[in-house]
Structure formats: C-alpha cells, structure tokens
C-alpha cells in the first residue's frame, strides 16, 4: 500500500495560484472555500521588501488531529495516508476545524455555488443572469463548470451543513492521475509520489534537501513538505557597520 | 386577572419556542448558517457558548442534588426535588442550543453506528445521553417519594464525567493552548457548581414569590446556608478566573495565546469579571444584603449573566486570532457580535428550560420532600 506524499519546492514555486485555481475546477470547490490556499506575508522594510509565499492544503497529517476528534468517523484515514471526508457521516459540528491546527477545512456555511441560482442579472439589460447561464449550460442541474468525475468518491457538490477539505484528488490517484494541482502547476513545484518506494521523486528531494513541515513541533506527521525557500540572488559580501 | 397572567406566561414562552422552531428551519432547511455571525475563523460562537452555560449549570445542579443523598447533608433535602427537575429542564435548553448549532444533526445517528472512541466529542454525547437517562429516572424515584443512593451515586459521577470531559472535548488541540484542558476540567465543574447554586436560589425564591409562599424560619435558614456555600464557590472561582488572566493574559508570549490576551480588552471578559463576580461576590460578602432576598437574588443574577458572558469569551478566545492561510486578507483578530439569529438560539433554549419547568412546577409539586 503507498504511503503519499507531496514536496513542494518553493525556490520553483511563482506564487501564480494555478494550483488553487486547478483544483477549484476539479473539486467544484464552491466560492468562500479554499482546498488549496496560500500563506503570504511581507518581510523587511521599503524600499528593502521581499514577498514570502506559502502554498497550503491539507496537509494529511498521520496523526491527524481533525481524525482523532471526529465523533462519527466522518473524518477518517485510508490506508494510503490520505485523510478523507465523509459527509454523509458528518454531522456539521465543525470540531475538526476546530482541531485542525492548519486552518485547511472548511465549513459549507450555505447551499454550495449558490450564486447560480441568482435571477438577478450581473449589469441590468446587459447581461443574462447566473441562473439564465446555468440552465443554458447545463439545464440548471448543477454549476455550468461543474466536473462529473468528483463524484466517484465524494458528492460532487457537498451539500450545506458539512465540512469539507483537500482529499489529495483521491478520485484521480484511483485512475492512475497524479492530484490536478501537482498536473497543473506550470513551475512543476508540486512533486507527488509514494514516500514507501524508496526510489520515488519525492524521496529523491526530500533526501537531497533539508524538508521542513509546518507547525512540527504539535507532532501531527504532516505528509507535505517544503523544501528550499526562495533564493533571489547572491549579495555582495560585507561584515555591516554601525 | 392570574389566569390572564399566567397566559401571559405561557404566550411568551410559545412565542420563544416559535423563534427557536423559525431558526432551525431558516438555519437547516433554507438559508443556512450564514445567518449566524460565524466563519472558517470564528466555528463556534453563541449557540455552543450557551451550550457549554447550560450543560454545565445541569451538571452543577446535579452536584447540588446529590449533597443530602450521596454526602448524607440532610438539610438540602427540601431542595432536591425541584433541583432534580430543574437538571433536566436546564438539559433540554442544552439540547436546543446544540440542535440549533450542528450542520447536520440528523446525521447523529452516526454516534451509534460509526463511534469513534478517541473522539472527547463522541464521548460527550454519550455522557449527556446516559446523564438524561439518569436524571429522569432519579426524577420518577423522588416524584414517588423514594431516595436511590446508588442512582443518586450514579448520576452524581456522570455529572462529574460530563463537566470534566467538556474539558478534554476544549482543551484537546494542542494547536490551541488558550483552551487549557487541566485547567478547564477544573473550572468547568466549579462554576457549573456555582452556575448551579445561582439557579436554585433564583428558582426558589421566584417559586416562594409568585406562589405567595412566605419563607419559613427553616426555608430562611436554608437559603441563607446555600448562600454562604454560593460564595465560597464564587471566592474559588474568581481565583480561578485571576489565575487564567495571569498565565494566559499576563505572562504567556506564545502566539497561541494572543487571541486571549485580545479578549481581555472585550466586553464580554469584564463583564464575566465584574458583573459575574466580583460584584455578586461583595453583595453575598455582606450579611445583610446576604440575608435579603433581594440580595441573594441579585447576586445569583449577575452571576447568571456574567458566567454566560464568560463562557462567549471563552470560547472566542481561541478562535477570534486567524492563523495560517485563513489569516490571509484578514484583520489581526476577527471581531464578533451575535446576530438576531444567534440571540434567538439563547432565547428559545430559555424557553424550553422554562416552559418545561413550568410545568413541572405545576404539576409535579417540586417542594415536596423525599422520605
């Protein structure tokens, strides 16, 4: 059985957001929900900035903190290390947020892509509304971009009143497919793989570089890593003053 | 002119639950639970910070009751009739606020068929059920006059197990160290005890007042007994209370803990310091005023209102920070002010607890004594 994995490398990553953008189109991630997400923070002071960024998901933990609170085992573990979602287990009680140390799940506060359902025009006499759109698509059945293939593990739209998070596109690793935002990153910064082979890519970096996980120290064995940090240039030698 | 009033009462009761019912259908069925002042950062808000008022009043309340049965102090006796149903009707307002805060609550049934044992939350539930078994069936035992020791023993211990696991269910993530889990399965008994003491002399004297029951000599004697154990349970509270301001507010400088430091400056934190006890606390500290119905009132009151404010600033406390990728695009610490919807969740829980009492008080003779 694999044991998954994922490296990002951010001296590759550009901060382009096409992983976020990848996986909302694969998930039908509806809007105010973020699966794949982002850190970003400034350091220094103008005109000597530099801008960190930080992509994030769920980070799978092997002691997962959102598993072991769950009441219902609506937050559970495969055997290939992937913590998965059930929400026809979940009963909305939102203690996994609450437990996760990571901030990566999500609460569907209301009826998912509700926006296709808005009669109301986006410009008054110059556009057709949401709802028009929706139903000239896809004769209103669900979203005009919505993508069938999630729903051979989970529901293809979550309904209100359940979490939701990242499941390491479960559906696509099924088929062979390695997760959509890995396919997806033009900088190839998201490597994937199985941490149990000890030849694969992902072993390869993280013996090559020196990984790091967030927050390490509440021991949840997260299975993404970051390794290198993005390095701008050298700089010119120099001992500083006073 | 007693019965109008008493319609009155009724009618204003009904109309509570009718909000509570037009919540749960809007939260539920059609909105959904944007109608609450909650977000990715801020989960959990009023609904389970009443929960957490009123579960741990009915824990209390079932440490008042087992004082003459399971300590053998025979002089609470008269109290424990009222102070058994008054578990059970403080259970079910319990009950409507966590009804009214789960996103899916039919999915409950879960708990039986899909239990995860390391959960403190699965834990909980199955505690509050037994609890309730419990408490109804002590309830038949004293309503035909009979004294269970081992079912008064019994309740007792959940009662604990209950009060303290709420505790672990708090203080489980180590991401959140705000939410110390020694420290609140300490504090959640204590003042759920306090919250509990509060209540029986507020629901005595309210039943002495409007039932034009003057007090006995003995009745008298009583309740000025439970207000002295009223406020050395309030001395230890605000102990507790000043400890948790020190450590967490004052000397830690861990990240984790600045979303607390932050709610020292709320309102919600002075009032739980101020109204809830410093103030009941002088009022009960002076003979006098301790003496005075008017005075045990007023301080069981404040109490009331200050431990429901401190329960809101305790749950916040931990979540008002955003960190990690939901701190992106948002204020260092999210402010929270409960919505109509969220008031009304208080509102019609306090309904519930008082409709049923109502009629417990009318039908059940809840001054009568066990043999």
Same mark, same amino acid.
């Given at each position: 059985m694999p044991k998954y994995a994922m490296v990002i490398d951010l001296q590759r990553c550009v901060g382009c957001g096409a992983c976020s953008i990848a996986c909302r189109n694969e998930n039908n991630v509806p809007d105010g929900i973020y699966w794949s997400n982002k850190i970003t923070e400034t350091s220094g002071t103008f005109p000597n900035v530099r801008f960190h960024y930080l992509p994030t998901l769920?980070?799978?933990?092997?002691?997962?903190p959102c598993v072991t609170g769950c009441p219902t085992k609506a937050m559970y573990k495969l055997d290939n290390g992937i913590t998965m979602h059930d929400p026809k287990k979940c009963i909305g009680c939102r203690y996994c947020q609450y437990n996760c140390p990571y901030e990566v799940i999500y609460f569907n506060w209301q009826e998912p892509h509700k926006f296709w359902r808005d009669p109301k025009p986006v410009i008054e006499g110059g556009t057709s509304s949401p709802k028009e759109m929706a139903q000239k698509v896809n004769n209103g059945n669900a979203t005009p971009y919505s993508n069938p293939d999630r729903a051979k593990t989970l529901p293809e739209n979550r309904p209100k009143g359940v979490v939701e998070k990242c499941t390491f596109c479960d559906h696509r690793l099924k088929a062979g497919e390695i997760p959509f935002c890995v396919e997806a990153c033009p900088a190839d910064a998201r490597v994937f793989g #199985?941490? #149990?082979?000890? #030849?694969s890519r992902v072993n390869w970096l993280l013996g090559k570089y020196k990984p790091y996980r967030l927050k390490e120290r509440l021991g949840t064995e997260p299975n993404v890593y970051y390794i290198r940090s993005f390095n701008p240039a050298h700089y010119q030698r120099t001992k500083g003053g006073i | 002119m007693k019965s109008i009033k008493v319609q009155l009462w009724y009618g204003l009761l009904g109309l509570g639950i009718l909000l509570g019912l037009l919540t749960a259908y809007r939260v539920l069925i059609s909105t959904g639970f944007v109608l609450y002042a909650k977000t990715d950062i801020l989960v959990w808000t009023m609904p389970i910070a009443a929960y957490v008022f009123f579960s741990l009043t009915s824990s209390g309340l079932a440490f008042v009751s087992s004082i003459p049965v399971v300590f053998g102090i025979k002089r609470y006796q008269p109290l424990e009739k009222r102070t058994a149903f008054l578990e059970i009707a403080v259970l079910f307002a319990a009950f409507t606020c966590l009804l009214l805060h789960l996103g899916s609550p039919w999915n409950v049934v879960y708990y039986l068929f899909s239990p995860n044992l390391a959960s403190p939350l699965w834990w909980l539930g199955m505690l509050y059920g037994i609890y309730l078994i419990l408490l109804l069936l002590s309830f038949r035992k004293i309503h035909k006059a009979q004294v269970s020791k081992g079912l008064g023993i019994f309740t007792f211990i959940i009662a604990i197990a209950t009060s303290t696991a709420l505790g672990w269910l708090f203080g489980l993530p180590d991401a959140r160290p705000a939410y110390n889990a020694n420290f609140l399965a300490m504090y959640f008994p204590l003042t759920g005890f306090g919250s509990a003491l509060a209540a029986v002399l507020l629901f005595s004297l309210a039943y002495h007042h409007f039932a034009k029951i003057p007090l006995s000599e003995g009745d008298r004697n009583l309740y000025d007994d439970l207000s002295k154990l009223f406020g050395v349970v309030m001395v230890f509270a605000l102990i507790f209370f000043i400890w948790r301001t020190i450590v967490g507010g004052a000397s830690a400088t861990a990240a984790e803990f600045a979303g607390f430091r932050h709610m020292l400056s709320s309102g919600w934190y002075h009032i739980a310091l101020w109204v809830g006890l410093v103030i009941p606390l002088a009022l009960i500290a002076m003979p006098a005023v301790r003496q005075a119905t008017w005075g045990k009132v007023t301080a069981a009151a404040l109490f009331l209102v200050g431990m429901f404010a401190g329960r809101l600033e305790m749950v916040l406390s931990g979540l008002v920070m955003p960190t990690g990728p939901k701190a992106e695009g948002q204020p260092t610490f999210a402010s929270y002010w409960p919505t109509i919807w969220e008031v009304f969740v208080f509102a019609s829980a306090l309904a519930v607890l008082l409709l049923v009492y109502t009629l417990g008080e009318r039908k059940l003779k809840l001054s009568d004594v066990p043999e």
């Open positions: 769920c980070n799978h933990c092997s002691d997962a #199985d941490l #149990d082979k000890p #030849d | -």
